[in-house]
């Protein structure tokens, strides 16, 4: 029997802006790196495949009607203040009640403690902020039973990265944006030989001497750590790391130097170089890498120069060039490399004759143009990638006449048109693409009767049409049959909080953006206890 102690009740709470990049947050998939089983942490089991899949996306994998197993962790974790320890459940209930809990935004200091000793083999904290040294000690008690744990962006210092020395079969740790840990915690680290992934993105502690003992985890396959004072010198140390399938530099200070220590790492698969120093000099080091799959070189100063030295790289699946010097002559380069899945050239200097090198890019399935000079007519030339499952046009460019061109693409999941010229009458052709997971349409032209043309797109999950100023609740009307929705976005436009009643059939709906609409707290909050259990994220909050 589960010790239990007097009730309290527990709001689902939590909050993210309107704003297109936290739209994405939801759906919890990086575009523009790494593949998400690079970005997330989790046991063994998990390593190979994809970890911890997004809550949402779990949530509609399930069976419409919920199993008693279900039934029952929802209710302890509704009356969680009455438990105060889950260490005689069987492990693996203790686990599905934590997971829920950081599914639904409600772990919290008064129910961490309840899973003290409880063996948990995966300790994710999602978005929680409240970790502290206190939780770690929870979290250091599970012993060698524990196999993963990410906690980013919290309270958690030197003292508490200590206690996880218990913890010596720990596979993954993340430890993103973690400001009070300093490099005298992460030596700490360096005792958990069992690691193999480790993520310490964003922390203002690390500096290259630091990195030194990083040589002893021999079995690390994933390393992220992004660092401003990170340089040649750092990346020196992790030469013999030849286990090491991933590694993400991004904004440190390295060159194309550092590369020279890296071609001895053979097991290589995934470089992220995004928003270092790199030009043009040394580029010619990437020839070497004949492994790579995956390779970010986002926002740094290089050139065509530097594409024509990853020719060679035939097994790439993954090129991302973002914000890059990268004109139409330079993606001449890129033909032989046929293996690509994923090509990120949002913010260069491609336009519409570019596209025309794409066409020997077959296994094509994510593209992104956003911000280029590509225009309708050049969109002919995708017609062709039907195995494209993502593409991203977030261009003013992209009218309804190059959306009727992209009818052939009936495969496409994700259609990113943002900032184009998309009006009521172009949104027929969307009833083309009936596997739509993902889409935005945020360019302003959108009226009620607009959305009428998406009613029947009914995979869709997420749903941007905030900044379409003429919507009203009949908007919300049409909306209303798109069961499977996680995410719907309708800032800046005109509905009421009458309008919130068309939101009761959606069920799976966890996030919910109606900033600058006549809609208050109060109502959503409302809707929430009432009709949208799983709503976890909503604006207006307040």
């Given at each position: 029997m589960i010790v239990s102690e007097s009730y309290q009740g527990n709001s689902l709470m939590g909050s993210i802006c309107s704003c297109k990049r936290d739209h994405y947050a939801d759906e919890n998939i990086t575009r523009r790196g790494f593949s998400t089983r690079y970005f997330k942490l989790g046991s063994s089991k998990w390593l190979e495949s994809s970890l911890f899949l997004p809550g949402p996306f779990c949530q509609l994998q399930r069976r419409s009607c919920p199993s008693l197993m279900e039934l029952c962790i929802r209710k302890i974790c509704e009356d969680i203040d009455k438990y105060r320890s889950f260490s005689i459940l069987p492990r693996d209930i203790s686990q599905l009640?934590?997971?829920?809990?950081v599914d639904s935004c409600s772990l919290s200091d008064n129910c961490i403690e309840a899973f003290r000793d409880c063996a948990l083999h995966d300790m994710c904290m999602g978005e929680c902020t409240r970790v502290n040294d206190k939780w770690l000690d929870v979290i250091s008690s599970q012993g060698s039973s524990l196999l993963s744990a990410y906690i980013s962006s919290t309270e958690v210092t030197d003292f508490g990265l200590s206690l996880l020395r218990n913890c010596s079969n720990l596979q993954a740790?993340?430890?993103?944006?973690?400001?009070?840990?300093?490099?005298?915690?992460?030596?700490?680290i360096t005792g958990l030989t069992n690691l193999e992934s480790l993520t310490i993105r964003s922390c203002k502690c690390i500096m290259d001497s630091d990195l030194k003992p990083f040589a002893g985890l021999v079995n690390l396959k994933e390393l992220q750590i992004s660092c401003n004072d990170i340089t040649n010198v750092g990346v020196s140390y992790l030469r013999d790391l030849d286990k090491l399938v991933v590694l993400n530099l991004e904004g440190s200070d390295v060159t194309a130097s550092c590369l020279d220590y890296l071609t001895a790492l053979t097991s290589l698969k995934s470089l992220n170089l995004n928003r270092c120093h790199l030009t043009d000099d040394g580029c010619e080091k990437f020839s070497a890498l004949s492994n790579l799959k995956e390779l970010n070189l986002g926002f740094n100063n290089i050139t065509d120069t530097c594409l024509g030295h990853l020719k060679g790289l035939t097994k790439l699946e993954g090129l991302y060039l973002d914000s890059c010097r990268i004109s139409n002559d330079g993606l001449a380069h890129l033909a032989g490399l046929s293996n690509?899945?994923?090509?990120?050239?949002?913010?260069t200097e491609v336009g519409s004759n570019g596209i025309l090198q794409f066409s020997g890019l077959t296994k094509l399935e994510d593209l992104n143009l956003s911000f280029t000079s590509v225009t309708d007519s050049g969109l002919t030339k995708l017609s062709g990638l039907t195995s494209l499952r993502s593409l991203n046009l977030d261009t003013r460019q992209i009218t309804d006449s190059g959306l009727a061109i992209l009818t052939s693409l009936t495969g496409l999941t994700h259609l990113d048109l943002f900032g184009a010229q998309i009006t009521d009458s172009g949104t027929k052709y969307l009833t083309?693409?009936?596997?739509?997971q993902s889409l935005d349409l945020c360019g302003g032209r959108l009226t009620d009767a607009g959305v009428k043309n998406i009613k029947d797109l009914s995979s869709l999950m997420l749903l941007n049409l905030s900044q379409n100023l003429k919507l009203t609740d009949t908007a919300l009307e049409f909306l209303s049959g798109l069961t499977s929705l996680v995410s719907l976005n309708v800032?800046?436009?005109?509905?009421?909080?009458?309008?919130?009643?068309?939101?009761?059939?959606?069920?799976n709906l966890r996030s919910l953006y109606l900033e600058f609409c006549g809609v208050t707290a109060c109502e959503i909050k409302k809707l929430q206890a009432t009709a949208l259990p799983n709503l976890a994220r909503y604006r207006p909050n307040q």
């Open positions: 009640i934590f997971n829920h809990l740790l993340g430890l993103d944006c973690c400001d009070k840990i300093s490099a005298h915690g992460i030596k700490h690509l899945k994923a090509l990120e050239l949002s913010d083309y693409f009936r596997s739509l800032s800046n436009s005109r509905i009421t909080n009458e309008g919130l009643q068309h939101l009761k059939p959606l069920k």
